[in-house]
């Protein structure tokens, strides 16, 4: 049994902030945002906007896009930092509105890697045969906790939810492999000032940038030539890269060290920002008419903790699908 990825979805928040829009208070310059990140816009989340409400509507578009309903999911996993609450399970809050009456929904908290590892779990979980068809949804409100005084951190994240819906296949398409890693020693490099069990409250981001810039390429890089040795691929095999939307410069870098295409690389955080979870379900969502004619697509992820991951899918057996 493989995991197959049948549809995609999104969803963002009404209010959109072009880097030209942040306030002058911030000492920063659509100039310096633009050239350092490539980070050209975000969106923010208004009161009434949750996490959950993003989820939810994400997940209804994925649903759409699959041409299946609510009924047929038997599992709901949220990739998430900034749940609604700090019980119960946002993947709960989601059953709940798409009136799914079986199965199970839980959160993963992973950070930006979240979408990397919940996809880890999900294609364990059908590969055993004990789900059927599964919504994964990165989702994420992260201008709840970002410091808006803080211009090294603030004008670098985005608020939205992007959801896959993964169903058991005999096939030989869909998921071919998985590898999430992390090392717990660089706890202290990207983390908020604050948690429920220390502070309680949520706190805010703090990030040591240029450190975090490092590892996320070698990291990225490392697990992208590994999924290749483990697949017995060359980079040339590889017809779609989505990567974890934080900088244009990372992107770069790893087009730059693997030798891959520039064309092959998707690229969204001009138009999203850092969306964490969010954003890799948000890139595909942005390519979801080109996927299913393409043969090799590898995701790589790159979060907190650190954490990281590389996932290799098969949407077709066409080479001439390229
Ligand atoms: O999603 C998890 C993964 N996250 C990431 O991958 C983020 C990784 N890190 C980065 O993307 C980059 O390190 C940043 C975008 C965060 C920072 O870029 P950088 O080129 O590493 O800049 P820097 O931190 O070395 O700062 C350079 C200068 C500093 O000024 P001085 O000390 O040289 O005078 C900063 O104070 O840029 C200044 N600066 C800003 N200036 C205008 C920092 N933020 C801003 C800003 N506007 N928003």
């Known amino acids: 049994m493989n995991s197959v990825l049948i549809g995609f979805g999104a969803s963002l928040p009404k209010k959109r902030i ?30 009434s906007e949750t996490t959950s409400s993003l989820a939810v509507e994400a997940a209804k578009n994925a649903l759409k896009h699959a041409k ?19 019980f119960p399970a946002t993947a709960t809050i989601v059953q709940r509105e798409l009136g799914i009456k079986h199965g199970a929904a839980f959160d993963i908290s992973a950070a930006c890697s979240g979408f990397v590892y919940a996809l880890d779990i999900v294609d364990s979980y059908i590969k055993t045969g004990k789900f059927k068809c599964a919504l994964i949804i990165g989702a994420e409100t992260f201008s709840r906790i970002v410091d808006w005084k803080d211009r090294s951190t603030c004008v670098l994240f985005g608020d939205g939810a992007g959801a896959v819906v993964v169903q058991a296949q005999e096939t030989s398409l869909g998921v071919q492999y998985c ?32 450190e975090v810039f490092r590892f996320a390429i070698e990291k990225m890089n490392e697990a992208l030539q590994q999924l290749l040795l483990d697949n017995n691929l060359s980079v040339e095999d590889i017809d779609l890269l989505v990567p974890h939307q934080a900088n244009s410069r990372i992107i770069d870098k790893i087009i730059e ?37 393409k043969k090799n697509v590898v995701l790589l992820s790159m979060g907190a903790g650190f954490t990281w991951g590389a996932a290799l899918i098969k949407f077709s057996n066409n080479i001439s699908g390229r």
Not at 68 to 86: H, N, R
Not at 271 to 291: G, Q, R
């Open 18 to 47: 072009l880097n030209t829009e942040l306030s002058p208070d911030l000492n920063t310059s659509d100039e310096w945002i633009t050239r350092r990140t490539g980070i050209k816009q975000r969106y923010i989340a208004s009161e």
């Open 68 to 86: 299946i309903s609510a009924d047929d999911i038997d599992l709901v996993v949220v990739a998430t930092v900034t749940g609604d609450y700090t």
């Open 179 to 210: 590898k999430i890693r992390s090392a717990g020693e660089f706890i202290d490099s990207l983390k908020t000032s604050g948690g429920i069990s220390t502070t309680q409250t949520s706190g805010v981001t703090m990030m040591e940038g240029r």
């Open 257 to 293: 060290e693997s030798g891959i295409t520039k064309e092959k690389v998707v690229v969204t955080l001009n138009k999203h920002a850092n969306t964490s979870a969010a954003s890799i379900p948000l890139a595909l969502n942005e390519v979801k008419d080109e996927l299913f004619k």
